[in-house]
T-cell receptor
């Protein structure tokens, strides 16, 4: 099965600086890579995703890059704000079609933005 | 958008009792739902895949007789933790895939504390 590794496990940045979280995956068949933000005690919230036919995607201060050859993808948050503090999870999945497609999650990164 | 609810959000029980957690897709049908367990400061670990009208598929190391899953309708899956013990204390989250199979919609989670 798929194995997703995530680094770093904790990350502290000054407000306004950028944060980068990196993930690697093992299954070359994986073709969909979502990123989730989870605040303490709450459900994971999808913040951005990327499909394997795209190398980069951006949504305001958040961007994701994908290197299929190296099997790694990264989350970039620019101009960080205190409300960005949370745990971020990457995930990988081989979407075969409608129905059951299990997500494989990374181990998570606890991001702290220092005001 | 698609909404998944869970009930209860919190449960405290004595060791040896059984606890049932419900996961509902409120505005869409889900032939498949996923059950995850999350220990403090750890990632989401898939426990089982719940299949409407058939048996659940359990991940390696998850006891099917302890974690009973019933997916009786296209909008409801239940997870019953039987004879709960303190080590079963955790955050349990369900999810259901949206149309197309990519996006996972997560429930708000159920925090279980076994005394």
């Amino acid at each position: 099965g798929e194995n997703v590794e995530q680094h770093p496990s904790t990350l502290s940045v000054q407000e306004g600086d950028s944060a980068v979280i990196k993930c690697t995956y093992s299954d070359s068949a994986s073709n969909y890579f979502p990123w989730y933000k989870q605040e303490l005690g709450k459900r994971p919230q999808l913040i951005i995703d990327i499909r394997s036919n795209v190398g980069e995607k951006k949504d305001q201060r958040i961007a994701v890059t994908l290197n299929k050859t190296a099997k790694h993808f990264s989350l970039h948050i620019t101009e960080t704000q205190p409300e960005d503090s949370a745990v971020y999870f990457c995930a990988a999945i081989e979407v075969k079609g409608p129905g059951a497609n299990n997500l494989f999650f990374g181990t998570g990164t606890r991001l702290t933005v220092i005001p | 958008g698609a909404v998944v609810s869970q009930h209860p959000s919190w449960v405290i029980c004595k060791s040896g009792t059984s606890v049932k957690i419900e996961c509902r897709s409120l505005d869409f049908q889900a032939t498949t739902m996923f059950w995850y367990r999350q220990f403090p400061k750890q990632s989401l670990m898939l426990m089982a895949t719940s299949n409407e009208g058939s048996k659940a598929t359990y991940e390696q190391g998850v006891e099917k007789d302890k974690f009973l899953i019933n997916h009786a309708s296209l909008t409801l899956s239940t997870l019953t933790v039987t004879s709960a013990h303190p080590e079963d204390s955790s955050f349990y989250i369900c999810s259901a895939p949206g149309q197309g199979g990519e996006t996972q919609y997560f429930g708000p989670g159920t925090r279980l504390l076994v005394l």
